[in-house]
């Protein structure tokens, strides 16, 4: 969860809180709802399990924030970013 947390601060930096948001949807309900619902009922029927169920959720989402950031145009986001704060080229 940690992991997450410092990930998405980058993304949200750049300005793509809507991805944030849905990696978020996708990883809870495609990731550690089913996750839970699996382990608990087909492995143990423990807070262990539960635990699990929620790492691995989390596991989805740390892998989708990374592609989010490694498969970043850069150089977009900064100019953005350049505009967003009003910096000038010097000229």
């Known amino acids: 969860m940690n992991l997450a947390v410092g990930i998405e ?4 930096s ?17 990731g550690q709802v089913p996750g839970v619902l699996l382990l608990t009922k087909y492995w143990r029927n423990d807070l262990f399990a539960l635990y699990s169920g929620i790492a691995g959720g989390y596991c989805v989402l740390v892998f989708l924030y990374a592609y989010i950031v490694l498969n970043s145009d850069w150089k977009k986001y900064s100019e953005i970013a350049r505009k967003r704060v009003e910096v000038s080229d010097g000229n």
């Open 9 to 12: 601060a980058i993304p949200i």
């Open 14 to 30: 750049m300005g793509r809180t809507d991805s944030v948001f849905y990696c978020g949807l996708l990883a809870s309900w495609l």
